[in-house]
């Protein structure tokens, strides 16, 4: 069977719109510039979606400096046997036992390693790019100020509109 779709379309349009009324602010008071401004900007995607690049280049800006230190590499062993390894030596002339039996490693041993790298190469192209991602914070920065004054704009046209419309009804009447 087929369903009914226009059915759906509605229940569906109905969930919209309760959610969406869920979702927005009543306001105690008349609407003036600021508060549409503030309202503005806290429901505007862009706006959010460009301080959440801000924060991911921030974090990419930190990597690229971290990149600037030397580079630490450190490195442990331990070894143990149940059993000590017995040796014993021959002569290569006579074939006789040289001498007794004795013991050619110890039952446990311990290494340990620690290095320092530091490349003039490495630091100078660590640099450069580490100025390349701070200079892309910076565009991002931008880009969030743009977003911002764009929306206050688009907002302050509206509103003037809107009371130039008001105070032409006003008039009319």
Do not use: C
């Not at 927005?24 to 429901?43: C, F, I, S, V, Y």
């Not at 991911?56 to 971290?66: D, K, R």
């Not at 046209?157 to 006003?170: L, N, Y």
């Amino acid at each position: 069977s087929q369903p009914d779709l226009e059915t759906f379309r509605t229940q569906h349009a109905k969930t919209e719109w309760n959610e969406f009324q869920r979702r927005t602010q009543t306001l105690d008071t008349p609407l003036d510039l600021q508060t549409a401004l503030r309202l503005a900007l806290e429901g505007n995607t862009e706006y959010h979606l460009a301080l959440h690049r801000r924060k991911i280049q921030s974090e990419t800006e930190t990597g690229a400096f971290l990149d600037l230190f030397p580079h630490l590499y450190a490195d442990a062993e331990y070894r143990w046997r149940s059993k000590l390894r017995i040796a014993s030596s021959k002569s290569a002339d006579s074939g006789s036992e040289s001498l007794e039996s004795s013991f050619s490693q110890q039952r446990d041993s311990k290494t340990g390693s620690f290095e320092v790298l530091f490349s003039l190469l490495d630091f100078g192209i660590s640099y450069f790019r580490a100025r390349q991602e701070r200079n892309r914070g910076r565009f991002f920065e931008q880009q969030i100020r743009r977003t911002r004054q764009n929306l206050a704009l688009d907002v302050t046209r509206t509103w003037w509109r809107a009371v130039i419309a008001d105070q032409a009804v006003s008039a009319a009447t």
